[in-house]
């Protein structure tokens, strides 16, 4: 899975978690700004990915991503390190 592939999957996981469509959805997005998102619904997204991608996010990253590019980017990057492992 290349990056736009792991990219994608994230917005899809978000868009499914808080029913918005992946279109109205973007980077630079704020995760507390996005509809229908309060804190059970980060944790369920980042639990649905880290399984969608076999991942693990550390909590003390978890509290600094800020946009939903911000998240995007640390996926792929530990997507990334895992496939390397």
Do not use: C, W
């Not at 999957?9 to 868009?15: D, G, T, W």
């Not at 804190?39 to 978890?62: G, P």
């Amino acid at each position: 899975m290349n990056q736009m592939d792991v990219h994608e999957k994230v917005l899809e996981i978000i868009a499914q978690e808080i029913d918005v469509p992946v279109a109205d959805l973007s980077g630079d997005q704020h995760f507390r700004a996005l509809p229908n998102v309060d804190s059970m619904r980060v944790l369920q997204v980042i639990l649905k990915t880290e399984k969608a991608f076999d991942i693990e996010i550390e909590d003390d990253v978890t509290f600094r991503i800020q946009t939903v590019g911000e998240f995007q980017k640390l996926v792929a990057e530990l997507y990334r390190q895992r496939a390397a492992a």
